[in-house]
């Protein structure tokens, strides 16, 4: 949301066309319009409240790529 959509589609390019191996970023990422080539690593941010859906795919994820999940959790 504080990205120009001319950088939000470079951003959505790179994923799709694997030039981009990292990406931080919001729900966003998990519709199903959103493609990867090459993910190499997917960062969580825990304090970002995923519905069910959202966790289910997210778990489907890191059969394929690294994942970092952050939390404020001890």
Known sequence: R???AKEQKAVL???ADGTLD???GTHKLL???IRFKNLGLAIIDEEHRF???HKEQLKN???EVDVL???ATP
Do not use: A, E
Request: charged residues 20%; positive net charge; glycine residues 10%.
């Open 2 to 4: 504080f990205r120009t």
């Open 13 to 15: 390019d790179g994923l």
């Open 22 to 24: 990292i990406v931080v």
């Open 31 to 33: 519709q199903p319009t």
């Open 51 to 53: 519905g069910v859906r």
């Open 61 to 63: 994820l890191r059969s």
């Open 69 to 71: 999940t952050l939390t």
